[in-house]
């Protein structure tokens, strides 16, 4: 088992990608801390987990709140008493629109939640990490990132802070043998996928799209777990400062 006796902590664990990644690291031997502002989300994930072997708990906590952030670590210690991997993958979408008409409230929680939430996990998890003398960070970006989509504009612009600032870390934190990594997946068959749409998704909009993307698929959960195993491994020990693109080819 890849993640062997490792405490691992991931953020928006309730769904979608978060939920994958949350089950494939339980699967590869890790404790999973399942964070999520739903409560019976998170606690269903934990659920499963346990049912096939697992070791899970959940937390809530909203990872944009400096409290709540310093929360969920505190109580991840005082359970497992360590943190190795931090996967950063809670997110808020954009709605499809034209750049001009998204509101202020919305505009401030996409940044909020996928921006300024790094910030709040930095800060409470890095001086944890240093101390055990290492661990791995790993945020979920977007291909949104480095190909951005009209009708996103802000979000596209949250999805490239998270990219800067995973190699902005990688740098600074590399002394302190924390390695910083990101994912970036195109579009996948989540709860996201009808806001990046417009609200909802058409058998033409779905066909639009996935002429985009060469292997001709939306992404998995799955896809982007198993790509999350292998760098919050040991296996990828000397890599850091990577925004992994699992698009199907979408960025080429």
């Known amino acids: 088992m890849r993640l062997q006796d490792k405490v691992a902590i991931v953020t928006g664990g309730g769904a979608g990608f978060g939920e994958g990644i949350a089950r494939r690291f339980a699967d590869e031997g890790a404790q999973v801390v399942v964070n999520d502002i739903a409560e019976s989300d998170g606690e269903r994930v934990v659920g499963a987990i346990r049912q096939a072997g697992g070791t899970a708990f959940y937390c809530k906590a909203d990872i944009s709140l400096g409290p709540d952030s310093q929360r969920l670590i505190d109580t991840t210690l005082a359970r497992c008493g360590r943190v190795d991997i931090?996967?950063?993958?809670?997110?808020?979408?954009?709605?499809?629109?034209?750049?001009?008409?998204?509101?202020?409230?919305?505009?401030?929680?996409?940044?909020?939640?996928?921006?300024?939430?790094?910030?709040?996990?930095?800060?409470?998890?890095?001086?944890?990490?240093?101390?055990?003398?290492?661990?791995?960070?790993l945020s979920t970006s977007s291909t949104a990132a480095n190909r951005p989509r009209p009708g996103v504009v802000w979000y596209n612009g949250s999805k490239a802070a998270v990219d800067t600032i995973t190699k902005g870390m990688a740098v600074e934190l590399?002394?302190?043998?924390?390695?910083?990594?990101?994912?970036?997946?195109?579009?996948?068959?989540?709860?996201?996928?009808?806001?990046?749409?417009?609200?909802?998704?058409?058998?033409?909009?779905?066909?639009?799209?996935?002429?985009?993307?060469?292997?001709?698929?939306?992404?998995?959960?799955?896809?982007?777990?198993?790509?999350?195993?292998?760098?919050?491994?040991?296996?990828?020990?000397?890599?850091?400062?990577?925004?992994?693109?699992?698009?199907?080819?979408?960025?080429?």
């Open 174 to 252: 590399a002394p302190d043998r924390i390695r910083v990594n990101a994912i970036n997946p195109v579009a996948g068959e989540t709860q996201m996928l009808a806001e990046f749409m417009g609200g909802q998704v058409t058998a033409a909009m779905r066909e639009r799209f996935l002429a985009t993307i060469p292997l001709g698929r939306f992404s998995q959960p799955l896809d982007i777990a198993n790509a999350a195993v292998f760098l919050a491994s040991d296996e990828a020990a000397f890599i850091t400062g990577v925004c992994l693109p699992v698009d199907g080819g979408r960025t080429v």
């Open 86 to 137: 931090l996967v950063n993958n809670a997110g808020v979408p954009q709605r499809n629109m034209p750049l001009t008409e998204l509101d202020e409230a919305s505009f401030d929680r996409i940044y909020a939640v996928n921006v300024k939430a790094l910030y709040w996990a930095a800060k409470y998890t890095v001086p944890v990490m240093r101390r055990q003398g290492g661990g791995v960070i």
